[in-house]
């Protein structure tokens, strides 16, 4: 797959997007917290001698309403998750298999049978930490070579039930390691989430937080150049990472291969962008990640 041209539209601002987003994030916290203090309550009644006060059982009563509502509501919820994984699944592994076909990279729909590389690979880039339970299923492996450089793509779901989190990754090989780093839409941040580095651009603050232990490299990696090409990417990309020797976007999970290609488009923009001085100043020493990765499956 080679470079192609994209669109060098503004980014546009989602206020709409953004409460929905919000919204649901605190709702969801509240039916789960609401469950959560309800069953205490139960329990903390169900321990006691008597009923026969007129206020416990009043409390009892409305606690067992509460703990019912929350358990219908997450389990409608989960219906809706789980029943929308279904939908989106099969026309995109269809899409995305002729696809590897039809410009040589390979696929593999499940990750039973990975190359150890890969494998590695997938464990390194994936969201969360290695002490997840139960371990986050990977599916709909793309492996191959995009501008000259190692490229992946890949399904991963973690948790279980109503809160089951799912990504959709798009990773392109850099030519070293840098330190980690995040740059992620506003409208992705839940309530109460503050940007702890502010940039001379207010429309790059207002779209975006950059996230990374020095300040210094997040200053240096976000320079104005590297600021103006971020306010300019599709709305799709929402989340950019530095994971080591990678460069990760987070794609829509209704993937297609109109996204795999706009998306490695704008990371390769993005590593091009990247100035020599942050490579001399923070670029560590430490072979590179992706250095056994050879797009095997």
Not at 9 to 37: D, E, K
Not at 80 to 95: C, D, G, T, Y
Not at 123 to 147: I, Y
Not at 253 to 279: N, S
Request: charged fraction near 20%; aromatic fraction near 8%.
């Amino acid at each position: 797959m080679t470079q192609g041209d994209a669109a060098n539209r503004p980014r546009q601002n989602r206020p709409a997007r953004r409460w929905v987003r919000r919204t649901g994030q605190t709702l969801g916290a509240i039916v789960a917290t609401s469950g959560f203090i309800s069953c205490g309550v139960i329990s903390g009644i169900a321990e006691l001698p008597s009923f026969d006060h007129p206020a416990i059982a009043l409390i009892f009563a409305g606690a067992l309403v509460v703990f019912v509502v929350s358990a219908v509501l997450g389990a409608i919820w989960a219906s809706v998750v789980l029943v929308r994984q279904l939908v989106l699944r099969w026309p995109r592994r269809r899409a995305l298999k002729r696809m590897a076909q039809q410009i040589g990279w390979q696929w593999q729909p499940r990750a039973a049978h990975l190359h150890t590389s890969t494998r590695s690979a997938l464990e390194h880039l994936r969201p969360g930490s290695g002490e997840d339970k139960p371990r986050p299923k990977f599916s709909e492996v793309l492996t191959g070579t995009f501008g000259g450089a190692p490229a992946i793509a890949f399904h991963v779901e973690r948790g279980v039930s109503y809160e089951l989190e799912v990504d959709q990754l798009v990773a392109l090989g850099l030519p070293g390691m840098l330190p980690d780093l995040l740059v992620i839409d506003r409208a992705e941040d839940a309530y109460g989430v503050a940007a702890r580095q502010q940039f001379e651009s207010a429309r790059f603050n207002h779209h975006w937080r950059v996230d990374t232990r020095d300040p210094r490299y997040g200053s240096a990696f976000t320079h104005p150049h590297m600021m103006e090409l971020l306010n300019s990417l599709d709305l799709s990309i929402t989340e950019i990472r530095v994971r080591g020797a990678w460069l990760v976007s987070h794609a829509p999970t209704a993937f297609t291969p109109q996204l795999l290609q706009l998306h490695l488009d704008a990371l390769a923009r993005i590593a091009a962008q990247i100035p020599a001085w942050v490579w001399q100043d923070f670029s560590t020493a430490a072979p590179s990640a992706n250095a056994g990765f050879r797009g095997q499956n």
